[in-house]
């Protein structure tokens, strides 16, 4: 070895790669105990616990519904094109996504909504080499305006958007535990299932996500959790990958 190779800096190491999710929140989880709308301090302690969440050193991406606002097959929706109905709907998610973006700002967490609908004075367009960007950045990315494709839902838009940004793991908020064989707010005796396959879903028409997101999430392999984002905490407990919340789908054989 030469005096000059002798002294050549040793180049640094690639960081390691940090965890990467994407949270699916529906739009009817910033109403609260409303039965419209939008409850701002609902949204505040939502935007607690993505805060306390992101600040574990994990990348998180958001998709949010806008069923609080306007659904394109509901009966608000009624005699209207589909299509239309749609885009309205999209409309809604960008709402929420900025309220969303408002309430994460204001505890200091810096988020940037992307939108798949161009309207560049709310929000930056989707492109996902940019949203990638963001993430490594350290922010929050929250997408909007679902695939800005009608007919498609915002489960959809989450199963696509997390493959796009090659996420580890989708995570599904809802109002309960996780996955049962039937509502357990209706059937008492409805089982509840730690883990189970995106077929056994398919095959047992388990209301977890619409058939085209589960199809894909299985067709592409993507790890998928449904957990209860009611229980304070929660947010931060599976997005930290605590086994005990929720209940895990896989892709199986």
Do not use: W
């Not at 600040?55 to 929706?77: L, Q």
């Not at 939108?115 to 963001?134: L, W, Y």
């Not at 998928?224 to 919340?245: A, C, Q, W, Y």
């Amino acid at each position: 070895m030469n005096a000059e190779q002798e002294h050549q800096p040793t180049p640094n190491a690639a960081p390691a790669a940090r965890p990467r999710v994407l949270l699916k929140l529906s739009g009817e989880a910033l109403m609260g105990s409303q039965g419209y709308g939008v409850d701002t301090l609902v949204a505040q302690s939502i935007g607690e616990e993505i805060r306390d969440a992101r600040a574990t050193g994990v990348e998180i991406a958001i998709v949010v519904g806008g069923g609080n606002i306007f659904r394109g097959v509901s009966k608000s929706a009624s005699g209207m094109d589909r299509s239309s109905a749609d885009y309205i709907g999209m409309l809604a998610t960008v709402m929420n996504a900025v309220v969303l973006q408002d309430a994460l700002e204001k505890l200091g967490v810096f988020t940037r909504v992307l939108s798949a609908i161009n309207m560049p004075e709310v929000a930056e367009p989707f492109i996902r080499r940019r949203a990638i960007r963001h993430l490594e950045k350290g922010r929050v990315v929250i997408f909007a305006a679902g695939t800005g494709n009608p007919y498609f839902t915002t489960d959809s838009a989450a199963a696509l958007r997390a493959l796009e940004i090659k996420a580890d793991v989708l995570l599904k908020a809802t109002k309960v535990k996780g996955v049962y064989s039937a509502d357990p707010n209706v059937d008492a005796e409805a089982l509840f299932y730690e883990s189970i396959t995106y077929r056994d879903v398919l095959q047992k028409r388990l209301q977890v996500m619409d058939a085209s997101a589960i199809s894909l999430c299985m067709d592409n392999g993507l790890p998928l959790v449904v957990f209860d984002m009611l229980k304070p905490g929660n947010i931060r407990r599976v997005v930290t990958g605590e086994h005990s919340i929720g209940t895990r789908v896989y892709a199986g054989e």
